[in-house]
């Protein structure tokens, strides 16, 4: 009987959302974010606790879907707006509160700051962007990067780090705004180039800043706020947007069937307040508010990013939409011919830098023909714009996998691609070092 109750006692104390006056928040934000969020907010409502449940945005998406309505978290709070509009598409999503601040403008830019369809608000501002450490790149004679571009030349080689789309929300809008800039190939072109000089893939996004932070990198495509707050926290580390860079809502939402409505409503409006948006300025959180830089007179901190202006330079109009139409497809391509081949397509890169060296200082028609296929071998997407872009492989892909039929299919397709990236990394490498040995 003992037995028995204590069982009962552990499973009401795990089920936190199920608790009358709990709040359940399923975050991939940062403990300094949410904890000074949860002191805020239990501040100003005495009679609701608020819980921080901290998972990636692809592993919250997956972990709503996977409890019934009444058991799940009550908001979803992330820097992903295609995730959100995953969430609405699959119906986990309940209408937003509607929220007293008429301050906060409808756009940024041309993006609409909350959802049209009313299923989620924006609660602050994210941009994407290259995080660097000053020291490391003074120890290793690098030059600053400003764009994209800069963390593929072979100067860079071992000395960059990224994380997985598949493990990060905000990795997927970096990868999605490389893309939807440079367009299909290229951007893919860009992105296998910048993970060929990659020292790691690291497990979570957190693991991309926090080694530009104590000097385990030289930098990394992370989003603005890891840059912003490593820099005011004191850290050797600066941080630039480049022209193909986005600005985007990060966005809170009511989940739907959640177990304390009327409580998570209040939150959400409590983030959206002038004290929510305050505290977004602090400088261990460092995000940018979408309340207006005139209605903060006197909170902003000197030198800090200007939404707008960043906004008129960039050269990419994110498409949410496009987004989340590829959202699975971009996942499974980068972890089947980057992460699971990072180490063949390192030795790839480095020996096609290393026949590009020499080629330098000596012309050799042959030798420049075998580094050209190389580099088509290696920088070439598996996967075509044109297959990319057909809505019958890309809704087998948005489909449940779940599904024995779905699964074999998407299954097999992961194997040919895996299997192809390695032996177009391996056949790269041969032909660069084929085309070094010439000009030796």
Same mark, same amino acid.
């Given at each position: 009987m003992?037995?028995?109750?204590?069982?009962?006692l552990v499973?009401a104390?795990?089920?936190?959302?199920?608790?009358?006056?709990?709040v359940?928040?399923i975050?991939?934000f940062?403990?300094e974010?949410?904890?000074?969020?949860?002191?805020?907010?239990?501040?100003?409502n005495?009679?609701?606790?608020?819980?921080i449940?901290?998972?990636?945005?692809?592993?919250?998406?997956?972990y709503?879907?996977e409890?019934?309505?009444?058991k799940?978290?009550?908001?979803?709070?992330a820097?992903?707006?295609?995730?959100f509009?995953? +969430?609405?598409?699959d119906?986990?999503?309940?209408?937003a509160p509607?929220v007293?601040?008429?301050?906060?403008p409808?756009?940024i830019g041309?993006?609409p700051?909350?959802?049209?369809q009313?299923?989620?608000?924006g609660?602050?501002? @994210?941009?994407?962007?290259?995080?660097?450490?000053?020291?490391y790149?003074?120890?290793?004679?690098?030059? @600053?990067?400003a764009e994209?571009s800069?963390?593929?030349?072979?100067?860079w080689?071992?000395?960059?780090a990224m994380?997985?789309?598949?493990?990060?929300g905000?990795?997927? +809008?970096?990868?999605?705004?490389?893309?939807q800039?440079?367009?299909w190939d290229?951007?893919?072109?860009?992105?296998?180039?910048?993970?060929?000089?990659?020292?790691q893939?690291?497990?979570?996004?957190?693991?991309?800043?926090?080694?530009?932070?104590?000097?385990?990198?030289?930098g990394g495509?992370?989003i603005?706020?890891?840059g912003?707050a490593?820099?005011?926290?004191?850290?050797?580390v600066e941080?630039?947007? $480049?022209?193909l860079?986005?600005?985007v809502?990060?966005?809170?939402?009511?989940?739907?069937g959640?177990?304390? $409505?009327?409580e998570?409503?209040?939150?959400i409006?409590f983030?959206?307040?002038?004290?929510?948006q305050?505290?977004?300025?602090d400088?261990?959180?460092?995000?940018?508010?979408v309340? $207006?830089?005139a209605?903060?007179?006197?909170?902003?901190?000197?030198?800090?990013?200007?939404?707008?202006?960043?906004?008129k330079?960039?050269?990419?109009?994110?498409?949410?939409?496009l987004s989340?139409?590829?959202?699975? +497809?971009v996942h499974?391509?980068?972890?089947q011919?980057?992460?699971?081949?990072?180490?063949?397509?390192?030795?790839?890169?480095?020996?096609?830098?290393? @026949?590009e060296?020499?080629?330098?200082?000596?012309?050799?028609?042959?030798?420049?023909?075998?580094?050209?296929?190389?580099?088509?071998?290696?920088?070439?997407?598996?996967?075509?714009?044109?297959l990319?872009g057909?809505?019958?492989? +890309?809704k087998?892909?948005a489909?449940?996998k779940?599904?024995?039929?779905?699964s074999?299919?998407?299954?097999g397709l992961e194997?040919?691609?895996?299997?192809?990236?390695?032996?177009?990394?391996?056949?790269?490498?041969?032909?660069?070092?084929?085309?070094?040995a010439?000009?030796?």
């Open positions: 003992k037995h028995l109750v204590l069982g009962a499973a104390l795990t089920c936190t959302s199920a608790v009358a006056g709990t359940t928040v975050t991939s940062p403990k974010l949410t904890a000074a969020y949860k002191t805020a907010f239990e501040k100003a005495p009679g609701i606790k608020l819980e449940l901290n998972k990636n945005t692809v592993a919250s998406i997956a709503i879907r409890l019934a309505p009444g799940r978290p009550d908001v979803m709070w820097s992903a707006p295609d995730a509009e995953v +969430l609405k598409r119906k986990l999503l309940a209408a509607e007293d601040n008429a301050k906060i409808a756009k041309n993006y700051i909350n959802d049209p009313g299923f989620y608000k609660q602050a501002l @994210a941009g994407y962007g290259i995080m660097f450490n000053t020291r790149l003074k120890a290793n004679k690098l030059a @600053a990067p994209w800069d963390l593929t030349k072979p100067a080689f071992g000395h960059v994380t997985s789309p598949s493990r990060s905000t990795m997927h +809008l970096t990868v999605e705004t490389i893309l800039g440079e367009g290229q951007g893919w072109s860009t992105l296998l180039q910048m993970a060929g000089n990659s020292a893939i690291t497990e979570r996004s957190f693991g991309v800043p926090d080694g530009i932070n104590n000097g385990q990198f030289g495509p992370v603005d706020f890891f912003l490593g820099k005011a926290t004191g850290f050797p941080f630039v947007y $480049p022209q860079t986005s600005i809502p990060a966005n809170i939402a009511l989940v739907a959640a177990a304390n $409505p009327d998570a409503k209040k939150f409006a983030t959206l307040s002038q004290a929510g305050e505290l977004l300025l400088p261990k959180i460092s995000r940018l508010p309340l $207006p830089y209605q903060l007179a006197g909170k902003i901190p000197a030198g800090f990013p200007d939404p707008q202006a960043i906004v330079r960039s050269k990419v109009q994110f498409n949410a939409d989340e139409d590829r959202y699975a +497809l499974s391509l980068f972890d011919t980057i992460t699971f081949r990072l180490k063949e397509l390192q030795a790839a890169t480095k020996a096609i830098h290393e @026949a060296a020499r080629l330098a200082v000596k012309k050799n028609p042959q030798a420049e023909a075998l580094v050209k296929q190389a580099r088509e071998l290696a920088f070439t997407p598996i996967v075509s714009a044109q990319a057909q809505p019958e492989f +890309l087998l892909f489909s449940n779940k599904e024995v039929e779905v074999r299919k998407i299954t194997e040919q691609w895996n299997s192809k990236a390695r032996a177009n990394y391996l056949k790269a490498a041969e032909l660069a070092q084929q085309a070094s010439l000009l030796r």
